[in-house]
């Protein structure tokens, strides 16, 4: 199973989609997964649901913090953007509401997590932008010598 699988079960497993990616990269990030389950946890829904960053990105900056710990800040902002780039060349935004509107779904900010049903996962792209986020983090960390 790719990390990009592993982050998409995840994701339709119940977490969140901060959770998810970076748990695909669990194995790399020097911390034990209920650790990074409970740090990631508040980031899903664009940060407690304000629809801000994409959790799934969020989570892979995360990522990104664990596996360079010793890179210079400067360097490592470098690299955020790059991943933030990608995305949003893929995606067409980095932002939760703006890809939810694009699903056509009303980007509700309320505190009120949704029951996650079948018809929950059917109708939001959160599964292929979560699968997505992992897919560019593997390959960005690639190219860096990480994995």
Known sequence: MT????????????DTC???VLLAFADGCGAD????????????GGMGRLRLTCGGVSGGVMALGLFFPDLPKSELYALVQEYARRYAERFGSCLCGE????????????????????AYYKKRPCPDLVYGAAELLETLLKERGKL
């Open 3 to 14: 990390r990009a699988e592993r982050a998409k079960q995840n994701f339709l497993g119940g």
């Open 18 to 20: 901060a959770q998810a």
């Open 33 to 44: 997964e209920e650790t990074l389950r409970n740090i990631s946890r508040p980031f899903g």
């Open 99 to 118: 890809l939810l509107a694009g699903a056509g779904i009303r980007a509700d900010t309320s505190v009120q997590a949704e029951e996650r049903t079948p």
